[in-house]
Structures are given as structure tokens and as C-alpha cells.
């Protein structure tokens, strides 16, 4: 059983690819490449003519920047209606921004997408390792789209209904296409083309079971784990392996001091949505209070927290924290995932 596990930030790509009945995590492949949103940037960067764009939605960020950049070069941008979601959900907005939209492109000179399984292949291949994962998580973060309504409010609106639905992280795998959120949607639909089982994962929660899963090793039940990336910071309180709390707020907002007061709130249940939403953040929902005997962080940014709380190595490895979680969900949902 070959399971591979993929993150897709904004900076890297972590990929932990596994044999689940002949090594441990300490022996697995472990790869961390720039994210495709950078790989595909940088090749419109360096391209010096008026381009056509296909393929599907992917993540935004330095690709969206890049496309940009072209067009204020003076040259045309020509995008297929499919990808051109990377940019916006709202394709009047994409027209809006200089981008030439049309049902179908021939000979493309970019293709937009998130997960490349040919570019994995030549690396596997140089390195003498059969490709042949019998399942694929993937984790990336998607806001989700409805006319008319912020994404923060989408965003969150998300988070409050899997916390309805079950305060168990390892359970928000996402494996049937979602309609507000076409990123997921690409996703999956790129496994099924490529004849691979797999599920999707929000890139946030993924982590949050990466840091679950470290709890579970050293012994702690009760705890915050806050994610500090580098566009949002989420934070939730457990206990016993459920979720009394959450919330997600924009890391550039927040201070170590402040962050300090909104851990601290939601540990003793007093947290409420429009403190963090009337901030300029996506949200909170806290179902009661912890007593916390540790605060974990992660994520790229977790220097800002480092003198309130205690660093997780999820799989001895702070880089693979979300693939661990891909790892723990996949472990609690196997015959879901394999039937």
C-alpha cells in the first residue's frame, strides 16, 4: 500500500510518499520542491510574447502576479474559461482585469494546474523508485466562492459546518466535488483523470491533524494548535481528539501579543465570531473552553509565537506536518477511501 502525500502551499510543495507495510514515516521519500503556483510563475516571467493559457484552476498567488505583470508589459493574455477561476471565481472581474477569456485555446503556451504527476515520475525514475501510489491526499486551501458574498464569510461558513457535522479534523476529507469550491473540484478531477483513488483536504485542517498526530505521540490531550502561515493563522482548542474551538484570522493582522489574547480567549470559551471577523479575520466558533497543558504551532511563520508555545515536529519534521495530517486522515477513513 503506497499512499502520497501532498501539501500545496503558496512557497513549497511537501510531499511524503510511503509504503505503508515496509517503512516508517522516518524512512519514507520526503520531497520539498517551490509550490506549482511558483514553478508556473516563474515560466511566464521569463516568456516574452502574448500568451495563451489552458488548463485547470490552480492556486493564485505568484501565478496571478505573474499574469499581471504580462499584461502591464504590453501583451495580451488569453486564458480558457476553465482556468481563468485561478484569478477570480468571477469571471466579470478576470475580464475586468485585462484578461482575454475564451471557451477553448489551441496550443496553449502555459498549462495551469496543481498537481503535475509527469514531473514526479522523472523524479522518482532518477532515483531508481517505481511511481505507484495505490492513493493520493492532496492539501491546499480554497475559499470557496458564492456571488455576492466575502470569501471570509465562504471560508468559514466551511469550517462551521464540518464543526457541526463532527468535531473530529480527521474526518474533513473532502472526496466527491464540492460546487463552491473549484479548486478542490480541479483537484479531484485531475486524480480521477490520472486513474488515482485520493481525496482532498483543506491545507489548514490537514495541519491542525499533522499537529494532532505529534499531541498523540508525546502524550498530550488537551492543547491549543495554532497554524501560522503565512496568508492565514488558524487556531484550535482540543480535547481527546476533538474540536472545542476554532478560528482563523489573516497572520499579517496579528501581533505575538494579540495572538496571545485570542489563544487565550479561546481556551477559556470565551472567544466569539465577530471578535475575530470585525477584525478584518475569517471567524470563530468555540463549543466551551480547555484547560490547555501545551499551545503547538506550526507553520511557516510559528517564529511569531515561538516564546507563548512549543514547536510540533509531526514526523520529526516540521515541513511535513500537513502531509502527517493527509497520513491520519487517510489511517481513520481507509475503508472509506478504499471501498
Excluded: W
Amino acid at each position: 500500500m503506497n499512499i502520497m502525500c501532498i501539501d500545496i502551499g503558496k512557497g513549497t510543495q511537501d510531499i511524503l510518499y510511503l509504503d505503508m507495510e515496509k517503512s516508517n514515516i522516518e524512512n519514507a521519500i520526503k520531497l520539498i520542491l517551490p509550490s506549482p503556483t511558483r514553478i508556473i510563475a516563474d515560466k511566464i516571467l521569463k516568456m516574452e510574447k502574448d500568451l495563451k493559457i489552458d488548463g485547470k484552476v490552480m492556486g493564485g498567488g505568484p501565478v496571478n502576479r505573474a499574469i499581471f505583470q504580462h499584461i502591464e508589459k504590453g501583451y495580451k493574455v488569453i486564458m480558457t474559461k476553465r482556468c481563468a477561476r485561478t484569478v477570480r471565481d468571477d469571471l466579470e472581474e478576470v475580464s475586468k482585469r485585462g484578461i482575454i477569456l475564451k471557451d477553448a485555446v489551441d496550443c496553449p503556451d502555459v498549462i495551469l494546474r496543481d498537481l503535475d504527476f509527469e514531473m514526479f515520475k522523472k523524479i522518482f525514475r532518477e532515483i531508481g523508485v517505481e511511481f505507484r501510489p495505490d492513493i493520493v491526499g492532496v492539501a491546499c486551501q480554497d475559499h470557496g466562492y458564492i456571488k455576492g458574498q466575502s470569501d471570509r464569510i465562504t471560508r468559514f461558513n466551511y469550517f462551521r459546518e464540518q464543526l457541526r457535522r463532527s468535531s473530529n479534523p480527521l474526518e474533513y476529507i473532502i472526496v466527491e466535488e464540492e460546487g463552491i469550491f473549484s479548486r478542490f473540484k480541479s483537484i479531484l478531477e485531475t486524480l480521477r483523470e490520472s486513474n488515482y483513488k485520493g481525496f482532498v483536504m483543506d491545507s489548514k485542517m490537514a495541519s491542525i491533524c499533522g499537529i494532532l498526530d505529534y499531541a498523540i505521540e508525546e502524550g498530550i490531550e488537551e492543547f491549543i494548535g495554532l497554524d501560522i502561515g503565512n496568508g492565514h493563522t488558524l487556531g484550535v482548542s482540543i480535547k481527546d481528539g476533538k474540536i472545542k474551538g476554532i478560528f482563523e484570522h489573516h497572520t499579517g493582522m496579528l501581533t505575538p501579543e494579540k495572538l496571545k489574547d485570542i489563544v487565550d480567549r479561546l481556551a477559556e470559551g470565551s472567544l466569539r465570531n465577530e471578535d475575530i471577523y470585525e477584525d478584518g479575520g475569517h471567524g470563530a466558533v468555540v463549543l466551551e473552553g480547555i484547560e490547555p497543558q501545551e499551545i503547538l504551532i506550526t507553520g511557516p511563520n510559528r517564529e511569531m509565537f515561538k516564546r507563548y508555545g512549543r514547536y510540533a515536529y509531526p514526523g520529526g519534521d516540521v515541513m511535513i506536518t500537513g502531509c502527517v495530517g493527509l497520513l491520519g486522515a487517510f489511517e481513520y477513513n481507509r475503508e472509506k477511501l478504499l471501498r
